[in-house]
């Protein structure tokens, strides 16, 4: 089913629904994939990879098409979007089929004096329909982690893209619909009821990706339904600037990790603490840099791109506006430029009162709060409800890594920020309000994957069975004596177990 079948109507670039038309679409579409799910799982990884890599391959060579429809929904240009959407499905396939490639099923060697002529393997076998929701931010890279190792693992999908990106993320899912058995991917548009409706349609599992109030009840949800979900939430993102970092690469990496997607990335820097020792060139240098940036809707050679939506830019104006009206200093930006650009904005003298510094802003804000010493920047990054990713720049790696080991996050860098999630080997993960999901890795497989394990006895019988009686007590006392090193007691246990070889035949004998 491709996504034209599971829309339900759409208007300014967003998918409406009726909930109702909602609620069966959801239902039919897993009941599809219920259906095909038997014989795509009867595939092995490599040929479903090289179906997913077909798609790929045709997703990279479609790429302008993608581009286009990701400016038009949330006003990405094309540069940006070149290298955050369009770059990496084929490297994601091939990393995915190395990572679900190994993580298939497995013998397990048991013990042969403990466990005699006994065999067991792990089977490792697909939920059967996972449901995918996801937000609006990476409206096509930020499905490669959910939809890809679903895919190869052997699951058909059901995938609800976000309300303000219907087209980007059905773009991609239809790549690969065109490639797999009919019915392996589906996707039903519609806001966050609709969202609910694929919670409940009757799916083995489900992936969120999302804001906290949303995320919660998807956890909640899925926990009464009894279907494991792994469910990503928001972050703020802070970076500790030590005084001994490396001012030039600093600015550079932090302007990027920044403002990099209009700073709406879950794993963004949104607050830098900074040593007030190296504070005042810190702001100075970032504020020269970020005023020379350009921003807003129009010419692609521009580095900020405008708001994904109207609703993001007026919490970006209200968080920026409750800091200055607590005192924080306006260094560069502050205001809209046309359409929904922002321009690239930093508040100096922040303090832990301030939205811009406690709730996620998801936009080209930084607020600089300057500190005295590290640990006040660590406890700050602590005390956050969000517990996604922190990084530290210093030039002392080695003083830096000490730091990390203190910092209660899921994703933790040194002079770098966020790049590892895109990076299919590395856990995405979080503490605190951020989430206990998963995303990445061999660790985030068991949301697609049940291990099922599997064993077989090929001995005559063991000297445990029932009757119970002195005989299988003096073995029993034998082998707890052999356990604590009495050698007298380990040399009785072959003519015990004869003996109880021979009692368990005379019971048993007809
Ligand atoms: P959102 O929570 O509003 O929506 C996310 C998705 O959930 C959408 O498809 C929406 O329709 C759906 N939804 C909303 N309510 C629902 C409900 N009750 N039941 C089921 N589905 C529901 O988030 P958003 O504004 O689209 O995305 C931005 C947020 O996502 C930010 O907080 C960002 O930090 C977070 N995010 C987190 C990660 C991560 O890896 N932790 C990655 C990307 C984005």
């Known amino acids: 089913m491709l996504s034209e079948k599971g829309m339900i109507g759409m208007g300014n670039g967003v998918a409406r629904h009726d909930t109702k038309t909602a609620e069966n679409a959801a239902r039919r579409a897993v009941e599809a994939a219920r259906i095909v799910q038997p014989e795509w799982a009867g595939r092995t990884v490599a040929e479903r990879a090289v179906a997913l890599e077909r798609a790929a391959k045709r997703m990279l060579r479609d790429r302008q098409s993608l581009l286009h429809l990701v400016k038009e929904e949330m006003g990405k240009h094309e540069v940006e979007g070149l290298f955050t959407e369009a770059l990496g499905p084929l490297d994601a396939v091939k990393a995915w089929k190395k990572i679900v490639g190994k993580a298939q099923s497995r013998r397990v060697l048991l013990n042969p004096i403990a466990f005699p002529k006994k065999h067991a393997r792990i089977a490792m076998v697909p939920r059967g329909v996972v449901g995918i929701i996801a937000p609006w931010n990476f409206p096509v890279s930020g499905l490669y982690r959910s939809v890809v190792p679903a895919l190869l693992t052997g699951n058909a999908i059901v995938l609800k893209p976000s309300e303000y990106t219907p087209r980007s993320s059905a773009w991609f899912a239809d790549h690969f619909a065109r490639e797999v058995p009919h019915g392996v991917v589906n996707v039903v548009q519609g806001d966050g009821a609709v969202g609910a409706q694929v919670v409940e349609s009757g799916i083995d599992a489900c992936v969120f990706t999302g804001s ?229 890795s061999e660790l985030s497989l068991l949301t697609y994957m049940h291990p099922k394990t599997i064993a077989i006895d090929e001995a005559p019988s063991e000297p445990f069975f029932m009757p119970f009686d002195r005989t299988l007590r003096d073995l029993g006392e034998a082998l707890v004596k052999a356990q604590l090193g009495d050698l007298l007691g380990a040399a009785k246990l072959p003519l015990l177990l004869r003996r109880r070889a021979k009692r368990l035949r005379e019971f048993f004998k007809g």
């Open 212 to 440: 906290i109030n949303a995320g919660k009840k998807v956890r909640v949800k899925c926990a009464e339904l009894g279907i494991p979900s792994s469910v990503e939430m928001g972050g703020k993102d802070a970076a500790i600037v030590l005084g001994d970092c490396d001012l030039e690469r600093t600015v550079m990496g932090i302007t990027h990790w920044t403002l990099a997607n209009a700073g709406q990335s879950c794993g963004g820097i949104e607050v830098a603490y900074v040593e007030e020792r190296i504070a005042d060139r810190f702001v100075e240098a970032l504020g020269r840099a970020w005023s020379k940036l350009r921003t807003g809707p129009g010419d692609d050679d521009v580095e900020v791109s405008p708001l994904g939506n109207d609703h993001q830019l007026s919490v970006v104006e209200a968080h920026v506006k409750d800091a200055l009206a607590k005192g924080a200093k306006l260094v560069t930006g502050g205001k809209k430029t046309s359409g929904r650009g922002y321009m690239p904005t930093i508040l100096d003298n922040c303090t832990a009162e301030m939205d811009v510094v406690r709730e996620e802003t998801f936009g080209p804000v930084l607020a600089i709060v300057r500190v005295w010493g590290t640990e006040q920047a660590v406890r700050a990054i602590n005390a956050s409800k969000y517990g996604l990713g922190a990084s530290i720049w210093s030039k002392d790696v080695a003083r830096a890594e000490r730091l990390v080991d203190k910092l209660d996050v899921g994703v933790a860098t040194i002079n770098t920020h966020q790049f590892t999630g895109a990076v299919p080997q590395l856990p995405w993960s979080g503490t605190k309000q951020t989430g206990f999901g998963v995303a990445n």
